[in-house]
Structure formats: C-alpha cells, structure tokens
C-alpha cells in the first residue's frame, strides 16, 4: 500500500523518526467489543516502545464510542438497527460501570509490565470522556457538514450502508441506531428514530456535544486536538479488505485532513499470524485473549522483542515468536 504523499505513514521507525513528527504524545486505541487479542496486545506495545524511544508520552483510549454494527453482541436479533454503544452495555462481571471499564481493567497488568519496562507512564481513558470537548466536537461538525466529499474518498460508499458515522442514544432506552444518526446543522443535533420495538421514544434527538457513538474510523479526528505527533495501528489498516477500494488507514488519514486540515504521522505495527501465516483475528476467534495468557510475563516478552524489532521494518509477526 502506497499511501497519499501529504501523509505520513510507515512501518518503518526509522522513516519515522526521521520525520521528527510534531506532538507531545504517542496514542494507541482498542475496541472493547470482546477480550483484547494477542494481536491488541502487540500494537499496544508497539505503541509504548515507540514512545520511549521518541520520548512522548502514551494514551491508551478504549474507543467505547465505537457502534460498527457488525461487532456489537447486542443487537436485537429481529432488527439489525438496534444496539446499544459500549459505554451503556452492561459489565459482565457486575463490578464495572459498563463492559468498557471491565475490558480496561482486564488489561491493566499488561500495561503496568510495559511501563516498568520502559519506564514510561501510559495514560488510560475512554472515547466517551471527549463527549463535549470543543476540539473534537468541531472536528465531527466539520465531517458532517462535509458529508458529500467524506463519502467520496471513502471507497465503496459509506451512504449506502449508513446515514452518517455518527449515531445518537436513546435518553429512554440506551439503544442507539446502528445506521448512524441524520444531522440537523441548523440545531446542531443529530436525529434518528428509536427502532426500539420496547421503547416509547419515537425520535431520538441528541446535540452533538451530548452521549453519542462514532464510526471507528472516524474518531480517530481527535488527533490534531490532543497534540498527538504518532498514532499507532494495527497491521490490518495496512491493506484494502474484500473488494474494498481504499485501505483502513488511508480512510483515516483523509477523514483527519478533512476534519482538522492536518493529520499526525502513522505508524503500522505489524499483522499477527499462525505458523502458516495466516492472519489470527480477534472476530475469527483465532489466537489468544487475554484470559488464556500471563499477561506480566506476555508483557516482558513484548517489550523486549519489540524493542528488537524496531531496529527493521517488520509487517508480519508469528504469534509463537512471543
């Protein structure tokens, strides 16, 4: 993959070093939609041993904004319209406010071996806590606003599938709608129906400063705000899926530019695969979660090969190679 020129994207620390990007921070993000995959784990710290060496700082946001339809557990199975955002579905143990904070909580041995590694601090958060802020919350007015040339470098045509990348909540329910809410820019409000068939809500109206979702490959605008110099993802942004005409990352790239007039740098960590070299994916159920590992001692294997691994430009992982 051959990104646009005006941005900056590698698997290369070295190319990115020598970009010398702009930022006081490195950020690294995970959906919680399930436990985080060997593959999660990696890009986390990938993302923590680049910060050491460009000495930033590291946030770790779970993005439980995030209301891509086809990883959500709770959809009503009669109407695919219907979910709920990972910040109202409910923690599988009891002791957590929402599934999000369990999923964070899951991990935080992890990222406590990384930090004694590196010796760095890894800053933790959720997508939620920006609902309101005034950087992000423009940048999302200006995608909307800009709908038609969001749409057109999308490839495959986003409109098709959804309204917007963007969804409101139901204040009675905690249901959103999976197809995105419609924008309303004179009332600065994103309106959609409740296809809550238990609800008596018929409309649900939401400003857009208030509890809303955002399409996964659309939060990422947050960046130019926060002053993030590095965002790291992982491996499978690299390539166009399916028949899919633009790659994940490039998706970001220009949603950013289009959004903020500027983007970070990117850096690609690599795809995690079986012997055979086939990708292992968290929605495929293949490679291991974080409940079937020592995440301590899967910690300071991490830290030690990545740190090896920077010194080359590494696009694939064996998963027994950690």
């Not at 784990?41 to 770790?60: C, E, H, K, N, S």
Request: hydrophobic share 30%; aromatic share 8%.
């Amino acid at each position: 993959m051959k990104p646009p020129e005006r941005f900056d994207v590698t698997s290369d620390f070295s190319e990115l070093a020598d970009l010398n990007p702009e930022g006081s921070k490195v950020e690294v993000g995970f959906r919680p939609s399930g436990e985080l995959h060997v593959g999660n784990l990696l890009t986390i710290g990938y993302a923590a041993a680049i910060a050491d060496r460009l000495l930033l700082d590291l946030t770790v946001t779970c993005c439980d904004t995030d209301w891509s339809a086809h990883i959500h557990e709770h959809h009503f199975p009669e109407n695919n319209r219907v979910m709920k955002l990972f910040y109202r579905r409910d923690c599988p143990c009891g002791e957590h406010a929402n599934i999000a904070e369990h999923r964070m909580e899951e991990i935080e041995p992890y990222l406590e071996t990384l930090e004694k590694h590196f010796g760095i601090e890894i800053n933790t958060r959720y997508l939620s806590d920006l609902h309101g802020d005034k950087d992000y919350t423009d940048a999302l007015r200006t995608v909307l606003k800009n709908i038609d040339e969001f749409d057109g470098f999308y490839g495959g045509g986003f409109r098709r599938r959804y309204v917007s990348p963007i969804s409101s909540s139901c204040n009675v329910c905690g249901y959103a709608h999976a197809k995105g809410a419609s924008y309303s820019p004179g009332a600065d409000e994103l309106v959609a129906p409740c296809r809550n068939r238990e609800c008596m809500n018929g409309f649900i109206s939401e400003p857009l400063t208030g509890q809303i979702g955002v399409y996964y490959l659309v939060d990422p605008i947050r960046d130019p705000g926060e002053d993030t110099a590095v965002h790291v993802f992982g491996g499978d942004y690299r390539s166009a899926e399916k028949e899919q005409k633009t790659s994940k990352i490039t998706k970001v790239a220009k949603t950013t530019e289009l959004a903020c007039g500027q983007t970070p740098a990117y850096f690609l960590a690599p795809m995690i695969s079986d012997s055979n070299g086939k990708p292992l994916s968290k929605s495929k159920n293949t490679g291991k979660t974080v409940s079937e590992l020592d995440l301590e001692g899967f910690g300071v294997k991490v830290a030690s090969k990545v740190q090896d691994w920077l010194n080359e430009e590494r696009k694939n992982v064996v998963e027994n190679e950690i």
